[in-house]
Nanobody, 124 residues
Framework: QVQLVESGGGLVQAGGSLRLSCAAS????????MGWFRQAPGKEREFVAA????????YSTSSVEGRFTISRDNARNTVYLQMNSLKAEDTAVYYC?????????????????WGQGTQVTVSS
């Protein structure tokens, strides 16, 4: 059984940093991509960043490019999202997700497994 557990969320001031972690367990050998999405109240779920586990490629949405960095450990069972220069607009619940097929890394409907989410609040 697959399980994704996020951690690292919290409340920070604008300009601060947080690092989110996503620990995966179960049949993770079938994962092709792991990524991060976020959802603010009243807004659609938004792609943040993704990491292709086999090739090592990383992707991020333009709104966080240069500020957020996604990475993984050598065992390929944990992914991280380093968030720097945080803005109030980054406030959301951040979800870790994994998909078994390659391609279309930015569409949440293509992901197969999801964590429970971790709250990130950025105060002005």
């Amino acid at each position: 059984q697959v399980q994704l557990v996020e951690s690292g969320g919290g409340l920070v001031q604008a300009g601060g940093s947080l690092r989110l972690s996503c620990a995966a367990s179960g049949r993770i050998f079938s994962f092709n991509t792991m990524g991060w999405f976020r959802q603010a109240p009243g807004k659609e779920r938004e792609f943040v960043a993704a990491h292709a586990l086999s090739g090592g490629s990383t992707y991020s949405t333009s709104s966080v490019e240069g500020r957020f960095t996604i990475s993984r450990d050598n065992a390929r069972n944990t992914v991280y999202l380093q968030m720097n220069s945080l803005k109030a607009e980054d406030t959301a619940v951040y979800y870790c997700a994994a998909k078994t097929r390659f391609g279309d890394w930015s569409t949440w409907q293509k992901y197969d497994y999801w964590g429970q989410g971790t709250q990130v609040t950025v105060s002005s």
